[in-house]
Nanobody, 126 residues
């Protein structure tokens, strides 16, 4: 049974930082590209960042480039999202997801991801 468990969300002031973590179990972690998505009330779930199976390649939504960093530790079956200079409009539930892909492919399409965590709430106050 595949499980993805996010942690690290919380309340932060605008301009602040948070580091999200996602611990995976029940799958061969290094066989999966990993991604982070977010969803605000009344909005569709949107792509934030993704990382290839080895961690050698990354992809970001334009809105977070230069502020967010995705990384992974395959030995720990974990993926992380460092978020800096947070904005109030980035208040959302953040989800970790896994996609079975080729070595170098970094998906951003939500439909490609097979497994999802339950999400962690990030609230950015103004």
């Amino acid at each position: 049974q595949v499980q993805l468990v996010e942690s690290g969300g919380g309340l932060v002031q605008a301009g602040g930082s948070l580091r999200l973590s996602c611990a995976a179990s029940g799958l061969t972690f290094s066989n999966y590209a990993m991604g982070w998505f977010r969803q605000s009330p009344g909005k569709e779930r949107e792509f934030v960042a993704a990382i290839s199976r080895s961690g050698g390649s990354t992809n970001y939504a334009d809105s977070v480039k230069g502020r967010f960093t995705i990384s992974r530790e395959n030995a720990k079956n974990s993926v992380y999202l460092q978020m800096n200079s947070l904005k109030p409009e980035e208040t959302a539930v953040y989800y970790c997801a896994a996609a079975s892909t080729g070595h170098y492919y970094i998906p951003s399409d939500l439909s490609v991801f097979s497994f999802w965590g339950q999400g962690t709430q990030v609230t950015v106050s103004s």
